[in-house]
Nanobody, 125 residues
Framework: QVRLMESGGGSVQAGGTLRVSCTAS?????????TGWYRQASGKECVFVSL???????EYGDSVKGRFAISRDRTKNTVYLQMNNLKPEDTGTYHC??????????????????WGQGTQVTVSS
């Protein structure tokens, strides 16, 4: 069974930066799959943040365009999400998901793809 492990979350003030990472268990290669980040905030709908496809193309949610950047390191089998100019509304648990193709829906990704436990990001005003 594939395990995805997120790390790098924390607490920052508005305007700050964080980088979260997603690694996969042995035998699963993130660079040959689509890998993405989704945010679940308490009491709010889970939302799409960003993804990187196997071909390297990237996509971003409207609220993070120009502030966040997704990348990957094939040698470390890791996908990163660099988050700049953080805002309080970016607060939530950031989950990594990976598979042949990703859905915009968190629930569909949980059912159809591999889904990590998440890392908490808290942005204070």
């Amino acid at each position: 069974q594939v395990r995805l492990m997120e790390s790098g979350g924390g607490s920052v003030q508005a305007g700050g930066t964080l980088r979260v990472s997603c690694t996969a268990s042995s035998g699963y290669f993130l660079h040959t799959h689509a890998t993405g980040w989704y945010r679940q905030a308490s009491g709010k709908e889970c939302v799409f943040v960003s993804l990187i496809n196997a071909d390297g193309s990237t996509e971003y949610g409207d609220s993070v365009k120009g502030r966040f950047a997704i990348s990957r390191d094939r040698t470390k089998n890791t996908v990163y999400l660099q988050m700049n100019n953080l805002k309080p509304e970016d607060t939530g648990t950031y989950h990594c998901t990976s598979g042949g193709s990703l859905w915009r829906s968190c629930e569909l990704n949980k059912k159809e793809n591999n889904w990590g436990q998440g890392t908490q990001v808290t942005v204070s005003s």
